[in-house]
């Protein structure tokens, strides 16, 4: 086996019962085997005939070592393992890639392979790894399924956006194996880690706003959401119930939390007010500044010249929700984006918000942290304490916060 860096999160002692279906990327398989075994895990194949098509169970059993498992019939002989067996004998199925079939046959109950059967009979957590074309990964049936299968708390890890085996592009390749391997490990650190924040109720908002100028048109500014989706993440991964203000992102709904979807500033604002009250108020939004007076009917060129917009300033929501009130979550938490002279600024407008503390970063463009994964912090308390955490990911900034904030309510710090 090769050996993995010690940064890498391990898989030790895990057994990972993998189903491979039958689509193109089933061909990933033996090397996600590898990836998951080389983390520590014993991974056992179950092998549809289709996943046959793309990948030799001769491959499989060569990687895994193990057994690779097809035919139901031969199962319920009970010669070696009865498929009731087999489907507990792992602690976590997964299914990678799962097939727009698969994921519909999972949704409806069906059983008709011993790939189905498995999921059926299982009682342990099952993840999911989509694989199919943009088309019928967009298709409504299999949103559908999909939604009906987070609904009943199956995990689901990507897909990928990108050039597709099909010549299409778009949503619908596999995760790749590394990402898969990660995200398992991840969501098994996640599983057993203590819940600290687990009576508290925390909101974030997040993504930029739109504000309309007509039916058609709209101010938006650049903001991906990612770093406010990852503080979610990691609050909802510590236990806290979680509301997501956010506004329109390329995002999916981060495991675990309650979305709730708005576009202009005041929708944001009432949103905000409808889910307290809350222990914890994150503001990582990129709330737009200015509204358009908008106009009923689309704009015209009428040869009368570009029209004027009338702005008007938005509300502040985080300075109204740090204002002092019955409702005031008894921790507020600004972020404060600028390009230079970034903690004198933050100070100054962590006093101006009334908000506890304020999450400062660089935007300037060269360093890339609007849109992009990472990003460079200063966390600035209302006791004068700053600190700074540079160059991590926008998820490791996240975990930092949620750990953060968790210690304040542990120890009553400011
Ligand atoms: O004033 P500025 O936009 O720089 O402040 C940034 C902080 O204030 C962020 O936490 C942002 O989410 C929040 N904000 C807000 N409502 C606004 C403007 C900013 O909640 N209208």
């Known amino acids: 086996m090769p050996t993995v860096p010690s940064s890498v999160q391990s898989l030790i ?16 398989t033996p090397d996600l085997v590898r990836r998951l075994r080389e983390r520590g895990a014993s991974v056992r194949v179950v092998l549809t005939d289709g996943g046959a098509q793309f990948v030799t169970p001769l491959t499989l059993q060569a990687v895994s070592e193990d057994t690779v498992y097809r035919d139901l019939w031969s199962l319920t002989d009970e010669s070696a393992m009865g498929h009731i067996q087999l489907s507990r004998s792992a602690d976590v199925v997964l299914v990678a890639p799962a097939t727009a079939h698969i994921l519909a046959r999972m949704a409806h109950g069906l059983a008709d392979d011993l790939a189905t059967t498995v999921l059926l009979a299982t009682d342990k ?39 597709m085996a099909c010549g299409e592009y778009g949503p619908g390749r596999m995760a790749e ?7 398992l490990a991840g969501w098994f650190a996640a599983r057993e880690a203590p819940k600290p924040l687990a009576s508290r109720h925390a909101l974030v908002t997040s993504g930029p706003t739109y504000e309309p100028i007509d039916p058609v048109r709209y101010i938006a500014n650049r903001s991906s959401g990612k770093q406010g989706h990852a503080v979610a993440a990691s609050l909802a991964a510590l236990g806290a119930r979680v509301t997501l203000v956010s506004g329109p992102v390329r995002l999916p709904d981060p495991p675990g939390v309650d979305v709730v979807a708005v576009e202009t500033a005041a929708e944001m604002l009432a949103a905000c007010r409808a889910a307290l009250p809350a222990d914890i108020f994150v503001a ?75 999450v400062a970063n660089d935007v300037s463009p060269a360093t890339g942290t609007f849109g992009g994964d990472r990003n460079s912090v200063y966390v600035i308390r209302a006791d004068g304490t700053e600190e700074a955490w540079e160059n991590l ?11 953060a904030i968790s210690n304040h309510f542990e120890t009553g710090k400011k």
């Open 13 to 28: 002692g895990r057994r990972v019962l993998l189903i491979v279906a039958g689509g193109i990327a089933a061909f990933k």
């Open 125 to 163: 957590p099952v993840l999911v790894a989509p694989a199919m074309n943009v088309r019928m990964f967009e298709h409504p049936a299999t949103q559908a399924n999909l939604a009906l299968l987070a609904s009943r708390g199956v995990g689901i890890i990507g897909p990928d956006e990108g050039a």
């Open 177 to 183: 194996p590394l990402a898969i391997a990660d995200h």
């Open 284 to 358: 990582a939004a990129a709330v737009a500044d200015w509204r358009v007076e908008a106009a009923g009917q689309k704009l015209k060129k009428d040869g009368g010249g570009p029209p004027t917009l009338a702005l008007s300033e938005n509300p502040d929501i985080l300075a109204s929700l740090s204002a002092p009130s019955p409702d005031r979550p008894a921790l507020v938490i600004g972020f404060a984006a600028e390009t230079n002279d970034i903690v004198a600024y933050a100070r100054a407008k962590r006093l101006r918000k009334g908000c506890d503390w304020i």
């Open 393 to 403: 990911a926008k998820t490791e900034v996240a975990r930092r916060l949620a750990d």
